[in-house]
């Protein structure tokens, strides 16, 4: 079974801990839990960090790229430049940015990450910057005009937009220009109300515009009361079936950026007993497949089509 999560802070947390900015606990992700857990492809994001300044997230970048070339050359993880090169048994990472902060008002970063493999990025992670506005900060402030040049430039990439973060019009300016985005992190606001989940009718219309999401594992984004374990992921991914989502949803787990988690979900090691419970609740193996992995890889496939 193929197996792909859309997102986790790998990469950023050890920097910190190089940088000996942050406790030294072993990460969520490392290479010996993804192959417990059998990921076929970890997205792992170059997160723009908690400063707005530019000078420090292209260094954060640097460093983000480092820790990936360790993983690679150092610790044997295979790096994919496409999730359609997952391999079943195998384990591989992939890049994604969160935070378009580092474009700057120009597209040339965009062709850059392209060469080096990032296939998703988040327009805005919670500061508003060149490209678009946060749903932290305002519901109703529009993509900006040069954040309209850059998401088609990523269409035309096979770059992702990703909207998690990304304010409410933000997102559907996005499909009113006929882009297909990624929610990479996100939940179902029906479920928990917090700004960061997706309305019913934010997932109907990401579904109709052959979009994607990847259920968040924070519980923070699961339960109100954040008391969340495999059953209240299950019921996020419940949810988004019984609205239509099917062959539109997966997992984003947010490993690595996340302090609280689900009781027995506390890395992808975990991933199968998950694939399990949703199994128990009633959710049929060919579904399930197309949860664990099958559905990125045919989004890429409407979004970036091979020849």
């Given at each position: 079974m193929i197996i792909c999560d859309t997102h986790a802070d790998t990469l950023y947390r050890?920097?910190?801990?190089?940088?000996k900015a942050e406790e030294q606990a072993e990460p969520d992700i490392t290479v010996e839990k993804l192959k417990q857990g059998q990921i076929s492809v970890q997205t792992m994001a170059l997160f723009v960090g908690g400063?707005?300044?530019?000078?420090?997230?292209?260094?954060?970048?640097?460093?983000?790229?480092?820790?990936?070339?360790?993983?690679?050359?150092?610790?044997?993880?295979?790096?994919?430049?496409?999730?359609?090169?997952?391999?079943?048994?195998?384990n591989a990472f992939i890049y994604s940015v969160e935070g378009c902060d580092l474009l700057n008002g120009s597209l040339e970063a965009l062709s850059v990450w392209r060469q080096k493999g990032v296939r998703m990025a988040a327009l805005t992670w919670n500061y508003e910057n060149c490209v678009a506005t946060p749903a932290k900060k305002d519901a109703d402030a529009p993509l900006?005009?040069?954040?309209?040049?850059?998401?088609?430039?990523m269409a035309r990439l096979g770059i992702a937009p990703d909207t998690s973060h990304l304010n409410q019009?933000?997102?559907?300016?996005?499909?009113?220009?006929?882009?297909s985005p990624v929610a990479s992190h996100s939940c179902c606001r029906a479920l928990c109300d917090h700004f960061r989940n997706?309305?019913?009718?934010?997932?109907?219309?990401l579904f109709q515009a052959g979009g994607y999401v990847g259920v968040n594992f924070y519980p923070c984004f699961l339960?109100?009361?954040?008391?969340?374990?495999?059953?209240?992921?299950?019921d996020h991914v419940i949810h988004i079936l019984e609205l239509g989502g099917g062959d539109h949803v997966g997992f984003g787990s947010d490993f690595d950026g996340i302090e609280l988690k689900p009781a027995g979900l506390n890395g992808p090691q975990d991933i199968p007993?998950?694939?399990?419970?949703?199994?128990?609740?009633?959710?049929?193996?060919?579904?399930?497949r197309r949860i664990a992995g099958e559905n990125l890889l045919r989004y890429y496939d409407r979004i970036d089509p091979r020849e």
């Open positions: 050890r920097c910190r801990q190089a940088e400063s707005d300044r530019l000078p420090d997230i292209a260094r954060a970048f640097e460093g983000m790229f480092a820790q990936g070339e360790m993983l690679e050359k150092k610790e044997g993880l295979r790096r994919v430049t496409d999730y359609r090169d997952a391999v079943d048994g195998e900006k005009p040069f954040g309209r040049k850059a998401a088609r430039e019009r933000g997102f559907y300016d996005l499909l009113e220009m006929g882009i997706l309305s019913d009718r934010q997932l109907r219309d339960r109100e009361d954040e008391k969340a374990d495999l059953d209240t992921v299950c007993s998950l694939l399990k419970r949703l199994a128990e609740r009633g959710v049929d193996q060919a579904q399930i």
